[in-house]
């Protein structure tokens, strides 16, 4: 009896073990990606998030993006807003990807995660994109966007902006983690 609990006891603590290590290692491979790519994974406020789904007024049947989708939140929150679009969205740091997953299935949602670079990724048969990324990855993303986006396509950054591109629309949030008012900003490609 001694020797089965502890077997048990060598057992558990062993998954627990596991289970830690794994834990240490996709934070580590995400930290490193975080570095090579340039962009944390830093979420959007929930309130931005709504601020954001507003100005894409979403129809039934759009396709919408979200490069460097992060947990997930977006994605969310545009379904909840309108439940017949397509969700895609691209994620390369594996916690993010865990956590948009967990968000995905407590939320019941369907999105397509794909761990994958959206720079060599082809978004032309998008309607909606959002993004929170960096001034590089605005300057990198224009040209892509004027090769294969197709007139009218709705792009939604939060807080970085287009070089020589007008937006639309400006959204101002306020929201407890700034002092400032956060902009949202609305282009029409
Ligand atoms: C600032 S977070 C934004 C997350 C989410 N869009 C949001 O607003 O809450 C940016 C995310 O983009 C991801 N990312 C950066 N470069 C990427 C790339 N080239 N391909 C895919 N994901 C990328 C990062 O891992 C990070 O999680």
Redesign the pocket.
Known sequence: MTAFVTALGFFLSSIVVLLLLCFVLILLF?LL??IW????????PHVV?RSMVDLARLKPGDRVF?????????LVTAKKNEKNIEAIG????PL?LLLAKLRLFLSGYRADMRM????SEDVSDADVI?????PE?MVKLAPKFNRELKKGTKVIS?AFTFKDREPQEVGLVQHRFSRRPTKTYLYIW
Do not use: M, Q
């Not at 790519?37 to 959007?44: D, I, K, L, N």
């Not at 994958?116 to 720079?119: D, E, T, Y």
């Open positions: 995400t990606l975080n790519c340039g962009v944390p994974f830093v979420p959007t998030v979200d490069l460097g989708a992060g947990d997930a939140r977006l691209y994620e390369l740091a993010a994958k670079n959206f720079l959002f993004l929170y990324l960096s990855y939060h």
